[in-house]
């Protein structure tokens, strides 16, 4: 059992040997379990020098050997579901001399990625839909009437998510030739595992069980009454000792619950499901962390590991210690516990990312008033509705990327019936290393657009907190969207008069140029302001914009620049020209936000700057806009009267 990240690079020459699969599949079933343990310590080593998930990793290693071992990969197809637990995947199929890329700009995603590799079969990041995807490529199979096997890999958390049973059901009325692993790493489906468990799957695996059911099938299929019989003695037996009848009752020949890092055991029973047809779950038993102690011990902590950086020989001399930044979340975290202690209808939900997103606090001093209703996020904003309508005020707290999966619950339930809903947005914005699949570009687009909703965009961490009190005091559906990590630095203790909604407030006066800044890139803005000596507005609102400050504006400047961290297509900067076409105001307006791409992975800074969103890609942007301006100026008229350009 390994305690320590090992700081070198381990001795392993058994994993050396294996470049693919096919390598893989060269060696004995015995030499597999030492392959196991040196692909644990090449893990805990590779993600130590870069960071990223590595607990659920650690639980699959066995699994992700026997995967490979026994399915011809890539033509069979491996759709893994979430991502975290595929960096063992990554090591054996031609990536692990890559691997110290991993998460960094140009290197290795931290998620399944369909253009890296052609076993990545299915892009993910986002949790319950590999089921779907398998079963969409096993009909595609059927209609080729080629011989390939599908997989999907899924964690009993994922399993919490309605879109994993609807695929389920739609895989049992196909009948579709599909296996699903449900990985269940956390007992939350069922603890029995053990010598019986074990000697079951043993037996509903074996050919000789599976010969004689299939063909008890055909003859008993004849005398209708005693072919129910039948299948419901063999429901009940399996019933006894497994889960196994729900899985059963959906249409799929279950197996299991199994050990998981029993790697014969589990090439036995893949073998065997792989030879049978139709809709099969193989159900496992792990244990996040596996193999290294600290991790096992604590699941939640470890389930994903900065970069460890070596220990300096000497330690620096410290002259002067700067306080410590305090996180979004836990700022929101702050605010939360806050309001519940003024408003005993305050309830309190989650997808689940109770840590996430900071409610670790709030969940221990009230636990009556919160929810963590799992990977669910389309039945967490209606539940909320529905609190809603009895008079109570849910806060829901939501990353941008996961409201994205309950926009109709968000439009349907909560805006069209004008509900008093507050969401708190997280990870808005670029968020670096997760890269594009967790990225919260489009929040204030897709935000926007909708009736009834307010939304706050805080430039710092006191601002964030009383624009959660403000929304929150709003009597409808409102949105406050901050970013992942740490701001500026501002203390939240002062005692300043809450904004008033849709209006914001002007920094600094200059001439010329006009900022109008959306959010938490005001420390950029602020710079560029300075040295253009341009005007600086903090506009905190997206809806409702401030239109007094904006007619002021336009009367006063030549051009007017918006600064988001959100796409420009339909975002905050796409409000403003609304309003002055709206108005018939003519003025310059130049749009500075995230590009219409899906950015790559890299820390934040590296995917601003790529933006053209860190202080000197925005100041080149204004500086380029007012050359064309100051050109165009000196541009000869046409008899119409209009400039030829």
């Given at each position: 059992m390994l305690t320590e990240i090992p700081h070198h690079r381990p001795d392993t020459p058994?994993?050396?040997?294996?470049?693919?699969?096919?390598?893989?599949?060269?060696?004995?079933?015995?030499?597999?379990?030492?392959?196991?343990?040196?692909?644990?310590?090449?893990?805990?080593?590779?993600?130590?020098?870069?960071?990223?998930?590595?607990?659920?990793?650690?639980?699959?290693?066995?699994?992700?050997?026997?995967?490979?071992?026994?399915?011809?990969?890539?033509?069979?197809?491996?759709?893994?579901?979430?991502?975290?637990?595929?960096?063992?995947?990554?090591?054996?199929?031609?990536?692990?001399?890559?691997?110290?890329?991993?998460?960094q700009l140009d290197g290795l995603a931290g998620f399944p990625k369909?253009?890296?590799?052609?076993?990545d079969t299915?892009?993910?990041?986002?949790?319950?839909?590999?089921?779907?995807?398998?079963?969409?490529?096993?009909?595609?199979s059927e209609v080729e009437e080629n011989d390939r096997n599908m997989v999907a890999i899924i964690g009993d958390g994922a399993m919490t998510a309605g879109m994993a049973f609807e695929a389920l059901n739609h895989a049992s009325h196909l009948e579709s030739d599909m296996l699903v692993v449900l990985n269940d790493n956390n007992m939350s489906i069922s603890p029995n595992v053990g010598g019986l468990a074990n000697y079951f799957s043993k037996i509903w695996a074996s050919k000789l069980y599976t010969d004689f059911r299939e063909g008890s099938k055909k003859v008993l299929s004849k005398i209708p009454q005693a072919w129910e019989l039948a299948r419901?003695?063999?429901?009940?037996?399996?019933?006894?000792?497994?889960?196994?009848?729900?899985?059963?009752?959906?249409?799929?020949?279950?197996?299991?619950?199994?050990?998981?890092?029993?790697?014969?055991?589990?090439?036995?029973?893949?073998?065997?499901?792989?030879?049978?047809?139709?809709?099969?779950?193989?159900?496992?038993?792990?244990?996040?962390?596996?193999?290294f102690a600290p991790a096992e011990k604590d699941p939640v902590g470890y389930h994903a590991l900065n970069k460890i950086e070596p220990k300096a020989a000497v330690k620096p001399v410290v002259t002067e210690t700067k306080p410590k930044k305090i996180k979004y979340q836990d700022v929101f975290g702050h605010w939360l516990c806050q309001a519940a202690h003024k408003n005993d209808k305050l309830i309190a939900i989650t997808p689940a990312m109770c840590e996430g997103s900071g409610m670790?606090?709030?969940?221990?001093?009230?636990?009556?008033?919160?929810?963590?209703?799992?990977?669910?996020?389309?039945?967490?904003?209606?539940?909320?509705?529905?609190?809603?309508?009895?008079?109570?005020?849910?806060?829901?707290?939501?990353?941008?990327?996961?409201?994205?999966?309950?926009?109709?619950?968000?439009?349907h339930d909560v805006a069209l019936q004008n509900l008093d809903v507050t969401f708190a947005i997280d990870r808005a914005g670029l968020v670096g290393e997760d890269g594009p699949t967790h990225a919260g570009s489009f929040d204030l687009s897709f935000l926007r657009c909708i009736p009834n909703m307010i939304i706050a965009a805080p430039s710092d961490e006191f601002e964030c907190q009383q624009l959660l009190d403000v929304s929150f005091e709003f009597e409808g559906p409102s949105a406050v969207r901050y970013p992942r990590g740490t701001g500026p630095g501002t203390a939240l203790d002062q005692d300043l008069p809450k904004p008033e909604i849709g209006k914001g407030r002007t920094l600094r006066t200059g001439a010329k140029v006009a900022i109008l800044n959306f959010g938490a890139l005001l420390d950029r803005t602020r710079s560029?302001?300075?040295?253009?000596?341009?005007?600086?507005?903090?506009?905190r609102w997206i809806k409702p914009i401030d239109e007094a400050l904006i007619r002021e504006i336009a009367a006063n400047h030549e051009l007017i620049v918006t600064v988001e961290e959100?796409?420009?297509?339909?975002?905050?900067?796409?409000?403003?020209?609304?309003?002055?076409?709206?108005?018939?105001?003519?003025?310059?307006?130049?749009?500075?936000?995230?590009?219409?791409?899906?950015?790559?992975?890299?820390?934040?800074?590296?995917?601003?700057?790529?933006?053209g969103l860190d202080a000197n890609g925005i100041k080149a942007k204004i500086v380029e806009r007012l050359e064309k301006l100051d050109a165009i100026k000196h541009l000869p008229l046409t008899a119409s009267g209009l400039k030829n350009t």
């Open positions: 058994l994993l050396d040997q294996v470049n693919s699969p096919a390598d893989l599949r060269n060696l004995s079933e015995e030499q597999l379990p030492e392959l196991a343990e040196q692909l644990r310590m090449f893990l805990l080593y590779t993600v130590g020098k870069t960071g990223g998930h590595f607990g659920a990793g650690l639980g699959v290693v066995e699994l992700t050997i026997a995967l490979h071992y026994v399915y011809n990969t890539p033509e069979d197809r491996l759709v893994w579901d979430v991502g975290h637990q595929t960096y063992p995947h990554k090591i054996l199929t031609e990536r692990r001399e890559m691997m110290h890329s991993m998460r369909r253009g890296e590799s052609d076993y299915f892009g993910v990041g986002h949790s319950s839909t590999s089921i779907s995807a398998a079963l969409g490529m096993a009909v595609a419901k003695t063999e429901e009940h037996v399996k019933g006894m000792v497994s889960p196994g009848t729900l899985f059963e009752e959906l249409g799929f020949y279950y197996i299991g619950p199994i050990d998981g890092h029993d790697l014969p055991r589990l090439i036995h029973d893949l073998d065997n499901l792989k030879k049978l047809k139709g809709p099969k779950l193989l159900h496992i038993i792990t244990k996040k962390g596996k193999g670790v606090d709030f969940a221990e001093q009230f636990p009556e008033r919160f929810h963590d209703v799992a990977i669910a996020e389309q039945h967490s904003v209606t539940f909320a509705a529905g609190l809603a309508c009895e008079g109570y005020k849910p806060v829901v707290a939501i990353y941008s990327t996961f409201l994205q999966r309950a926009y109709d619950q968000l439009v560029v302001a300075e040295e253009l000596n341009a005007t600086l507005c903090d506009m959100n796409t420009i297509a339909g975002g905050a900067g796409a409000s403003v020209s609304e309003f002055l076409n709206t108005e018939c105001i003519i003025c310059n307006v130049l749009h500075c936000g995230l590009p219409d791409l899906f950015q790559d992975h890299g820390k934040r800074e590296q995917l601003l700057e790529q933006a």
